[in-house]
């Protein structure tokens, strides 16, 4: 009887591009919001494990995949997780519509099918990853990654799997940083002068954007300054009740960092600024009312060189595309994976990289062009094959 073995992970195996919009596709249709991957990511090791990769699925769920034993790694962290919603999964021409085809399915995909068309030398090994909850504030599975990874052990190079178009390089991300006030004040006749809970809950959000404004002052304004270097707020929900004769007001707020931002000494500025808006700028506040704020989600911002092996293997490999590409680099106001690993390997080349237009990120429009997939595929062959020859 003959067996048929899996191909060596030292050896090509190319992946063509119907095999490669059929996984994309296939990983599409399976749903899997943060927090319920599991499904989706024993998709995708198995499909590895079909190619010759030695994939698993690790202790908090994500779907793993090794090629090589070498001791020095390049790491490809993409997320298998998806923003909640339901993007009915179809074609029409070239673009496929689906939650996660952006984000980040098509970059994790990019990667699996990259990274299993280049012969991996004996001193190297590639390890990708479809972590999970990146689209949640715990990001468990990219700090369960650095958890296994200290400083002394953290792989030579690093790319996080987040839309950039194929011919874009993202070099960084802003901080990040997620606070709840819960408000409680006493009520007066609406025929008087005191105010109402209601609108002492729109000057605390009053104070915080006048808060921003004052930590901006000392940079410079647009457009000498890009938005990447501001701390930008953002009042996401308010709720107001009755709880006798006092009212109560909880709102949630989200902070954009600068790298001039520490998201460890914000919290007591901005709950410094909320009670003292409490007291309406001087003086005390009225019997009973107080304001409590949590804080959660805090991550600080990082932008990368361009100046590492890693930023002109990208150069050079866009160059190459099909019909000539003419490479650019992005800062983006979001986060990502790269915030939470980034400061714990300070010596590692880092950039985030992947098919699809980050603009249509979490829309009920979220779609990929399979050619700008298929050129994000031939870019990560040749970022490779020339690291893994460095």
Known sequence: MEHNSPPSPHSISPVSEQDAVDLLQSLVSIASPSGSEDHAARALVEW???????????DVGNAVGVRGDGAH??????????FPGVVPVRRDGDRLFG??????????????????????????????????????????????????????????????????????????????LHMSVSLRYPFSHSAGSGRLPAEVAVDLWRAIEDFCTEQNRERPPPPSSREFDRLTPTLESV????????????????????PDDDPSALPQSLTAALQLALKGGGGEAPAGASVECTFQGAEVAHKSSKSTPLVRAFLQAVR?????????????????????VAPGWPDTPIVAYGPGDGSLDHTPEEHIELADYMQAIGVMTRVLGSLLVG
Not at 50 to 55: C, E, H, L, N, S
Not at 73 to 82: A, F, R
Not at 239 to 258: H, K, N, P, Y
Not at 326 to 333: A, E, H
């Open 48 to 58: 590895m494990n079909r190619r010759g990769w030695r994939a698993t699925q690790d």
């Open 73 to 82: 790694e390049i790491l490809l962290l993409g997320h298998i997780d998806t």
């Open 99 to 176: 939650r996660g085809t952006v984000d980040a399915k098509g970059p994790l995909c990019a990667f699996v099918c990259g990274a299993t068309a280049v012969p991996v030398p004996d001193a190297w090994r590639i390890t990708v990853v479809g972590a999970v909850e990146e689209e949640a504030t715990s990001s468990r599975g990219a700090r369960h990654i650095l958890k296994q990874r200290p400083a002394d052990h953290a792989p030579r190079y690093c790319i996080i799997g987040e839309p950039s178009r194929w011919d874009r390089v993202t070099l960084g991300y802003k901080g990040r």
């Open 239 to 258: 709720v107001t009740d009755r709880d006798g004769a006092f009212g109560t007001a909880t709102l949630r707020m989200g902070f954009r960092l600068s």
């Open 320 to 340: 190459a595309g099909r019909g000539g590409g003419n490479p650019r680099f992005v800062i983006k106001t979001g986060t990502s994976d790269m915030n939470v």
